[in-house]
């Protein structure tokens, strides 16, 4: 299982903060939303850093307010993706239940479950992503390093750990 993907954004030039949209550390932000926007200097152009993945700021700036200076170079976010990718290798294959665009779940005995997006079918194994709670990968992370049934649906998945 592949970790959460953290995008790290900095100031390219200096410049002076217009506006920084109330975001702190723990925020959520979605793809394409704006993180900052800031006036370059000296060319006095309009710059906007958006996020370019969902997920919540790891890393905020505390220096960012309408009017401060930054530096180029200077940190200014880190975003950390809920988005996970797995490769599952799948025993007694059948191509015929197994199709992208589908969807596996993963259930444990004290009724956690998950929910996996089939991203890609390559022979015996597919290629799952899911967009999973900060303090689920771990938790996760463990469990698939077990022997993990998956389901089709989720009442199977239920049915399986009652």
Known sequence: MQKPVREYYYSREPGTVVHEYGLRKESKV??????????KVPEQVEKTIVSRSAGYLEYANSD????SKIDAGEMLYKVKSNLVHAWYYIDGFDDKKIKANSQLWACTQNGEQWQFNIDSVKGDRVLLSSVLATQDYSRLYSLSQKQLTM???????VKSVQ
């Open 151 to 157: 389901y089709h649906s989720q009442s199977e998945c």
């Open 64 to 67: 960012l307010s309408t009017g």
């Open 30 to 39: 979605k793809k394409g939303q704006a993180l900052l926007t800031y006036i």
